[in-house]
């Protein structure tokens, strides 16, 4: 019992000894370490050959580094296994190039694969094709193909869906990448001719996209709820709503803005209404039915295409889908808006001048009648005051 509690030490590690292990010492002199079993003596051996593969291997790596430096520090004495307490210093001028130098040397030596072509779902946010380079393999990529269960199906989507898998239908993207470049073109054409651009989707995985889309295309946004009466009761609920007099080029005529606030004008509507979810949209479809503004909508299996003006067959609940579809909406009102600058830059308007001109003299009217009624009532002010005294 006594010999079986003793602690072998060999190279500073601590071995308790188990009962029965073939390397437990069978004597004194072994448990003190003078004596070593044979598994234990051929460790140390291993241990020893290993140090010395690693002090040559350390030799070889401090002989390519001199070579490099045209010898800067000698290399004929390479460090002993745990011998020495320090390691010469490593011949780099700086700090800098030591950095680099082991930067380069881990690249190098990095092993593994790269991964390449691998989906990030941003990237078809931030930079979405445009509608002439968008292929059907972008389109089944992003699972615009997929419809309802085929229970849930309304008959005016009979053109448009391509066949049943699992019980789901199949949206033909052949047509989708039709019409999808068809409303393209409407969004360029609208934005081109100075048009007001509204993008809704209010589904809560879909505010980026909507929000990302409205800024490239210059248009306006509603990602939360729309509001019943927005366009049908505009007066009241839009009364509140910043308006600008601004050029050709989009900026603004500061010189208009205090009369804007004066007048009692007409809240403007959206020239253009492009709803990213249209079932749980069907009021502000309704309204802008009211007023004849065209609408563009991503239609589903499950929604009636006659509620849009220009239907988009395809999925309208799969984020990567609508981030597709509106991405390449605004690309094409992106490009209409450069086309319109292009020509107020050379002096012609894409739009009707006579409108904007009128519209300008009402205000400058506005702003003199203004100063002249300021004026009287200055003047009226200060009678009375004399009057007083």
């Keep these: 019992m006594i010999l079986r509690q003793l602690v072998v030490r060999h190279d500073h590690q601590a071995i308790r000894s188990i009962p029965g292990h073939p390397d437990e010492p069978s004597s004194l002199l072994d448990a003190v370490g003078h004596k070593s079993t044979p598994n234990t003596a051929g460790i ?27 010898g800067a520090i000698p290399v004929d004495k390479s460090p002993q296994y745990l011998g020495q307490d320090a390691l010469p210093p490593a011949p780099y001028p700086s700090l800098a190039a030591m950095n680099s130098a082991l930067a380069a040397q881990e690249e190098a030596t990095a092993h593994g694969t790269e991964m390449l072509g691998v989906y990030h779902p941003s990237t078809i946010i931030e930079d979405p094709p ?22 849930l199906w309304h008959p005016g989507n009979s053109s448009y869906i391509f066949g049943i898998r699992n019980g789901i239908h199949i949206i033909s993207l052949e047509i989708t990448l039709s019409y999808l470049r068809r409303a393209a073109r409407v969004v360029q054409e609208v934005a081109r001719r100075g048009g007001i651009i509204l993008f809704v989707g209010t589904k809560k995985n879909t505010k980026d996209v909507v929000v ?6 210059e248009a306006y946004h509603i990602f939360s709820r729309w509001i019943p009466g927005s366009l049908t009761n505009g007066q009241q609920i839009l009364d509140r709503a910043n308006i600008k007099v601004v050029n050709g080029q989009d900026e603004e005529l500061s010189q208009y ?17 492009i709803v990213l979810n249209p079932v749980e949209n069907e009021v502000c479809l309704h309204e802008c039915g009211i007023y004849n503004i065209p609408t563009i909508g991503i239609v589903d299996t499950n929604v009636n295409p006659a509620w849009v003006t220009y239907p988009i067959p395809g999925n309208d609940d799969s984020p990567r889908s609508v981030a597709l579809i509106s991405g390449v909406l605004s690309k094409a009102a992106q ?24 519209f300008l003299q009402q205000l400058s009217l506005i702003a003199g ?19 007083d005294d």
């Design 212 to 217: 990302t889309s409205a800024l490239r295309a």
């Design 44 to 70: 140390e051996e291993s241990v020893g050959e290993a140090a010395e593969k690693l002090n040559s291997l350390h030799g070889q790596v401090l002989s390519m580094q001199a070579a490099q430096h045209d």
């Design 369 to 387: 009648i203004k100063d002249v009624q300021g004026g009287r009532q200055g003047g009226r002010s200060r009678g009375e005051k004399d009057k």
């Design 130 to 151: 445009m509608p002439s380079t968008v292929t059907l393999e972008m389109l089944l990529a992003n699972q615009c193909h997929l419809g309802h269960a085929t229970q």
């Design 257 to 273: 803005a205090e009369a804007l606030e004066n007048e009692n004008r007409s809240v403007l509507r959206p020239d253009l209404v």
């Design 335 to 358: 490009e209409g808006q450069r086309l319109r600058k292009e020509a107020a830059q050379q002096g012609k308007l894409t739009y009707p001048a006579q409108r904007a001109k009128d």
